[in-house]
């Protein structure tokens, strides 16, 4: 099987059926662990972008968190949510069928705080120069999450 045709299969099938165009396709061992179109148009979930769905979906089947031995196929180069995540699961391999330049005349994606081609500019700023407001409100009891969760997770 094409994991780069399946890929765009699966964007089209979800464009058609009133999506919008982005899928992902996990790969472990030349097989389909999981795959998923970017379904916020039909959730209104704004996290549930195709990445974020598959990660999911083959986190769970495969019992880890740590996808390493996985390739992941995306349709585009990832937004900055998606991006994250696939660093945290650590895959052996990103392919990316598209870029956002490429598509550009044909799909944007601005909203209130973010948009795609300022974003990572955005995001450099220090916190209190950000368009998105953040108050920080430090409290001497909430480390005692982080104390308690290293007191049960001793080696």
């Given at each position: 099987m094409?994991?780069a045709?399946?890929?765009?299969e699966?964007?089209?099938?979800n464009?058609?059926n009133?999506?919008?165009p982005?899928?992902c396709?996990?790969?472990q061992n030349?097989?389909?662990?999981?795959e998923?179109?970017?379904l916020?148009a039909?959730?209104?979930d704004?996290?549930?972008?195709?990445?974020?769905?598959?990660?999911?979906q083959?986190?769970?089947?495969?019992k880890?968190?740590?996808?390493?031995?996985?390739?992941?196929?995306?349709?585009?180069?990832?937004?900055?949510m998606?991006?994250?995540?696939?660093?945290?699961c650590?895959?052996k391999?990103v392919?990316?069928?598209?870029?956002?330049?490429?598509?550009?005349?044909y799909?944007?994606?601005?909203?209130?705080?973010?948009?795609?081609?300022?974003?990572?500019d955005?995001?450099?700023?220090?916190?209190?120069?950000?368009?998105?407001?953040?108050?920080?409100e430090p409290?001497k009891?909430?480390?005692e999450v982080?104390a308690?969760?290293?007191?049960?997770?001793?080696?």
């Open positions: 094409n994991f045709d399946r890929t765009i699966l964007a089209k099938e464009v058609r009133g999506g919008r982005f899928a396709v996990i790969v030349g097989e389909i662990v999981a998923s179109p970017n916020v039909q959730t209104s704004p996290t549930a972008h195709a990445e974020i769905l598959a990660v999911r083959a986190c769970m089947k495969l880890t968190e740590h996808l390493t031995d996985c390739e992941i196929y995306i349709l585009a180069g990832p937004c900055p998606c991006l994250g995540s696939l660093y945290y650590s895959p391999k392919i990316y069928l598209t870029t956002r330049e490429e598509y550009a005349d799909y944007t994606d601005d909203r209130k705080y973010f948009e795609l081609a300022t974003f990572y955005e995001y450099k700023k220090p916190i209190d120069q950000r368009r998105l407001p953040m108050v920080s409290r009891d909430a480390i982080y308690l969760w290293k007191e049960l997770n001793k080696p």
